[in-house]
Structures are given as structure tokens and as C-alpha cells.
């Protein structure tokens, strides 16, 4: 690929991390999803192929004409949500779910598995000295555990149920802690996500092939149910156990994106009046939430990086290990100024 130009509002950055995200792997092995084939997307205009990475930071290296909020040397992390400013959803703020929602690094215009990429100004956020590359490519994640928390309506004082301590479920986790609750039930087969959950603030983890989703909730929650049950694991019990789970009008949200239809009976939700919503992505506001967020607990989301790899290395080390070998990875990590031989696994 060429290196990418500036153009107007657009800001050059060098990137220093770049996380692969569950959606990448879903686009490799089961896609294509959401990136564009035939008809150009109608922010980006671009079809396949195109540049992946959506979870990045790094340093800019040259501003386009227009260019107001950052400067040449400034850290930032991008925000990957791209949106009309148009339509009736971003009159509302409601910019994730714009009628046109695109994503920088999935439906063209760039993305952050390369040396250099080019970001519209507007989806920056400049980062704090505490904030490393690394830990700024944990921001987009992140600020999707903020937006989850949001909408769920969960409050200090309430029990909330967790199903799944991958990257996502984990920043759920914080993302609740950040809120003040201080009841948070984790479900996770993998004890290495398990003990992560714990570490990052989770009262009570459990692993569903020994113990009881539902049993263990309720007396976490001293018989109650949770105010909220964040799925995502998205496994096959998983919704009918959030369900089960939550308390008289309680909140399910759907953080997690399905392979296949599943069975599920709604006539569950009558009995509780229990609302299923889905969550996706984040606004601005959740993002500089996150900023804030990661600056006082940047040592607990390093955490999170499993593994640092060079470009090079993308393909075997990253996708193809993520998807088709058996591992314990939370977060891999690209780094495309490192060398291939400086691939490593991080400590934790
Ligand atoms: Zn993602
Ligand atoms: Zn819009």
C-alpha cells in the first residue's frame, strides 16, 4: 500500500499499537461483514480492499490544511466511529448509530495495521502522558464497556451479571467499577479471564460448566437479580441465563455479535418486564470517558496486552493464531514500527 496523504481535516499519524479486535477475526474467518464489496461505503467511499485496525494510537506527523485541535508531535488515540453528522440518529447525538455508521480500519479509509495512517481530525483524542500507545489502543475497546454501562441504567448499589471475560467483557467490568458498582458477577469458562475479571474488579467469578449462572447471582444479589446483564460471550445459554439472572425490570444488553441466529424465547421477558437492548460501539462522550478512565488505571488495563507483535507477523502470529490455534490471548497487541524479530509476549 501506498503511505497515505493528508487532506483537508485529516491528520497524519504514526502509529505506535494497533489491538486486533473479535470483529477483526469474525471478518477473516466468517466475513465479509461489514466491510464494503460491491457498492463504496457512503462515508469512506471505498470498497475492499481495505486497510483493518481500528483500535490504535500513536504520534501525528503532519496536519492537514483546516486542522485546529492537534499538532504535528501530539499522542493520540482514534476514535473509529465515522458518522454522517446528518442524518436523524446524529441529530439526536446518537453518532453510533448513524444511518451511515462506517468504522475507521473496517470499512475503508484507513485503519491502523500499517506504518502511517490518516484519521479525520474529529475522531481524535490526544493522550495524556500516563496513557502509553499501547494502552491508547485499549481506548476504543474501552469506551465500548462505557457505552454498554451507560445504556444498561445500572447504578452504585446495583448487582450487575457479566456473561464473558474476553477483551470486551473485561472492559465491562471496568466500566461498572468506574460507575461505582460494586457488585459485578462474572461468568467465564477460562480461568486465566476468570482471575483477570477478579483482578480488574469483579466481586464473584464463576465458571458456568461447575456452577450455576442463575443460583450464584441471586445470592450474590441477596436473592434481588441483577439491575443489569451484560452478554458478551454470546453462548448458547447465555441470554436465557441473563434472563433468568436479572431482577423485575431489569436490563439485558447485547454487547456481543452473534455468528448464527440462536434459539430464544421472548415470552421470558414478560414475567419481569425485562428489557433486551442491544450496545453498539461508543460516542465521543464515552471515549473521552475512557481517556479519563485510563489515565488513573493505565498499569491495570496493560494488563490486558497478552501479546505484542510486528507487522510482519500480522497474519500468522496475529489472525490465524487468534482464530484457528488453541491460546490464551486477551489483547494482541500490533506494534508496526517493531522489527519481526522483536515480536514477544508480554508479561501477564
Ligand atoms: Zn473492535
Ligand atoms: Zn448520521
Redesign the pocket.
Known sequence: MPEPGVRPGTVKIQVGAAGI????IHEYVGGPISVPMSSPHPLTGETAPVVFG??LAGTVTEIGPGVTRVDVGDRVAVNAALSCGRCDSCAHGWTNVCRSIGFHGVTGGGGGFAAFDVVPESNLHRLPDEISDEVGALL??LA?GFHAVDLSGARQGDGVLVLGAGPVGLMVVLACVAAGIENIVVVEPSATRRSLAAVFGATRCLDPRTESVVDVTHNETRGHGAAAAFDAAAAPTSLADAVASTRPRGTIVNIAAWEKPTPFDPTTLLFRETLLRGSLAYTVGDFDRGVAFAADHAATLERLITRVIGLDDVITEGFDRLAFERHDDIKVLVRPGAAPSAASTAAG
Open positions: 479486535c473479535g470483529s477483526d481500528h483500535e476504543e475497546p465500548t
